[in-house]
């Protein structure tokens, strides 16, 4: 089973702040099929079911703001936001699905002072 | 609109068996796969298992030996079944559309409690 480790469990910033939030695998993440990396971050903001910020590891999903940025590459994999906003306060998780079974990281909470 | 809803009992006894609906409108299941996932309470998510568009399936070894995922098509229903429920299978279960999880039900949550 493929285990992502998000090692921060909460971040609290000013508005206008980079945030950065990583994600680790214990495997490599690269799809033979397209020679990318099989790793989707979601947003789940309080009351809502989660929704996808980027795929492939740097593809913003429609719709996300271009403050979103995905990248990384193998192992190791970051979700920037490069000025945070008011309403970018959420969970952030990783997710697999180069193998099955799916996987996810544990969370970042991000909360604005 | 893409939607998905599941219904559930909310409430099963332990060593009891626990059925859930998925009912999709939106889409086709025909078109896309259909993940089941849940959270413990305070805990992380887990993936179950997903059936793919022609039917198949693929479990969690974790569960695969007490989970079976069906479906009917027509219906546009999903169908998760979980034997041997324990209390640690208390959770939130969610239906997920596609391997991105672009699409969430809003989840149902089973109790298991004598």
């Known amino acids: 089973e493929i285990v992502l480790t998000q090692s921060i469990p909460s971040l609290t910033v000013s508005a206008g702040e980079r945030v950065t939030i990583s994600c680790k695998s214990n495997q490599n993440l690269l799809w033979s099929g397209n020679q990318r990396y099989c790793l989707v971050w979601h947003q789940w903001k309080p009351g809502q079911t989660p929704t996808p910020l980027i795929t492939w590891t740097s593809d913003r999903y429609s719709g996300v703001p271009d403050r979103f940025i995905g990248s990384g590459s193998v192992t190791d994999f970051t979700l920037t936001i490069s000025s945070v906003q008011a309403e970018d306060v959420a969970v952030y998780f990783c997710q697999q699905h180069l193998h099955i079974p799916y996987t996810f990281g544990g969370g970042t909470k991000l909360e604005i002072k | 609109q893409v939607q998905l809803k599941e219904s559930g009992p909310g409430l099963v006894a332990p060593s009891q068996s626990l059925s859930i609906t998925c009912t999709v409108s939106?889409?086709?299941?025909?078109?896309?796969?259909i993940s089941w996932i849940r959270q413990p309470p305070g805990k992380g998510l887990e993936w179950l298992g997903v059936?793919?568009?022609?039917?198949?399936?693929n479990y969690n070894s974790a569960f695969m030996s007490r989970l079976s995922i069906s479906k009917d098509n027509s219906k546009s229903q999903v169908f998760l079944k979980m034997n041997s429920l324990q209390t640690d299978d208390t959770a939130i279960y969610y239906c997920?559309?596609?391997?991105?999880?672009?699409?969430w039900g809003q989840g149902t949550l089973v109790t298991v409690s004598a």
């Open positions: 059936i793919w568009t022609g039917g198949g399936t």
């Open positions: 997920v559309r596609d391997a991105w999880f672009a699409y």
């Open positions: 939106g889409f086709s299941l025909t078109s896309y796969d």
